[in-house]
């Protein structure tokens, strides 16, 4: 199968690319694509590159070494032989457990080395957790908060690969998002130093979820995680969320204790695999 390597997409194949995406969803159940990868569709820059495979049977995309795959009809393989091509070591995520690029990856000698697991909990019975003394929450302020908040995110995850990395790009570019709402970006502040924060997120779907979870580390101690955490989860259930979802990795053994005392359970699971 013939793969052709694109540095920038047009507005046509982009779209194209995205019907593929919702097709491969409807038939796994799962995206095969993260929310990054698909916000890069339209990006261009050192390092990302796009693969179609034949009349647009899959697509891959490279970001430096890391590539994630949308299949709808045998094409991993021929993909996976034209990122060997780019790059001598690849590594690749499977996304949901039908995803049929951890069958294939496997096939050709590739190991896991990464479990993500998606959790869920209905938005029913919920905890209630106080914040601690002296600090209180707030909606996020587009224009006004992105400094503060970018600086905790990048210590609250400084040993994150993707996550604490973010710039303020990435933050705009998910506030000028349809589902963006900043009333559901709780912000939690001692005096006036913000100290942690809670991004909802309602899906198309109407499916919640926890999009990102921060605490300072100057304010670990503090049991504000669980308080952040219940105080986003009764913010959704306030705009009619059912069910809620979330992403944690499988080696954070301390923030899955803490999902699963507050009721989620295990729903799903992406995998990252590597090249030997």
């Known amino acids: 199968m013939r793969v052709a390597v694109f540095d920038v997409l047009d507005d046509g194949l982009r779209n194209q690319i995205v019907a593929l995406v919702e097709a491969v969803q409807a038939r796994d159940g799962a995206p095969p694509l993260s929310e990054h990868a698909l916000l890069q569709l339209a990006a261009t820059r050192p390092g990302l590159v796009h693969l179609v495979a034949g009349e647009l049977d899959g697509y891959a995309q490279l970001d430096d070494d890391v590539a994630e795959i949308a299949d709808l009809s045998d094409a991993t393989a021929a993909l996976l032989t034209e990122l060997e091509r780019l790059v001598p070591r690849p590594v690749v995520w499977s996304h949901g457990k039908r995803s049929p690029v951890a069958v294939a990856a496997t096939a050709r000698g590739y190991t896991e080395q990464r479990v993500l697991w998606q ?43 993707e996550q604490g990395r973010w710039t303020r790009v990435d933050l705009e570019v998910r506030e000028r998002e349809a589902w963006f709402d900043p009333s559901g970006l709780l912000l939690a502040f001692r005096e006036d130093t913000l100290i942690g924060f809670h991004w909802t997120k309602v899906h198309p779907t109407g499916v919640g979820e926890v999009y990102v979870l921060g605490v300072a580390p100057a304010a670990q101690g503090l049991h504000l995680g669980p308080a952040l955490l219940c105080a986003g989860l009764a913010y959704l259930a306030g705009r009619g969320v059912a069910q809620v979802m979330l992403y944690v990795d499988e080696s954070n053994s301390a923030a899955m204790r803490m999902y699963r005392r507050y009721g989620f359970a295990q729903y799903d699971m992406d995998a990252q695999y590597a090249r030997p």
Do not use: I, K, M, T
């Open 119 to 161: 959790l869920r909990r209905p938005l029913s019975d919920l905890p209630e957790v106080s914040l601690p003394e002296g600090v209180r929450l707030r909606g996020f302020v587009p224009g006004q908060d992105e400094d503060a908040w970018l600086a905790v995110n990048a210590a609250a995850f400084a040993e994150h690969a």
